[in-house]
Nanobody, 128 residues
Framework: QVQLVESGGGLVQAGGSLRLSCAASARTFSMLTMGWFRQAPGKEREFVAG????????TDADSVKGRFTISRDNAKNAVYLQLNCLKPEDTAVYYC?????????????????????WGQGTQVIVSS
């Protein structure tokens, strides 16, 4: 069983930055592919960014390329999402997710079905 707890959300003006953190309670955190997803009101949950077990491979959605950066620290059982140049359309609840099965392609890293464990989410609100 893996528990994920997100933090770092909040209210920020457009153009600002936030850093989201996800703490994982897993003895084998380094064996988990990690991802960030988000869900805006009335919309489907969508992929934001993913990172491989080692942290050497990452992928992100076109809508956040060049603005958001995912990283992880396996020694701390944590994954992070740096959000820069925020826009009002980035307003959403951001979820951390963990995949147990190996994910070897960027395409699969973006699929919700690959992820077994989910956090409760942290709210990000970007004002214009």
């Amino acid at each position: 069983q893996v528990q994920l707890v997100e933090s770092g959300g909040g209210l920020v003006q457009a153009g600002g930055s936030l850093r989201l953190s996800c703490a994982a309670s897993a003895r084998t955190f380094s064996m988990l592919t990690m991802g960030w997803f988000r869900q805006a009101p009335g919309k489907e949950r969508e992929f934001v960014a993913g990172i491989s077990r080692s942290g050497r491979a990452t992928t992100d959605a076109d809508s956040v390329k060049g603005r958001f950066t995912i990283s992880r620290d396996n020694a701390k059982n944590a994954v992070y999402l740096q959000l820069n140049c925020l826009k009002p359309e980035d307003t959403a609840v951001y979820y951390c997710a963990a995949a147990v099965s190996p994910i070897t392609t960027a395409q699969n890293m973006g699929r919700k079905a690959e992820y077994v464990y989910w956090g409760q989410g942290t709210q990000v609100i970007v004002s214009s």
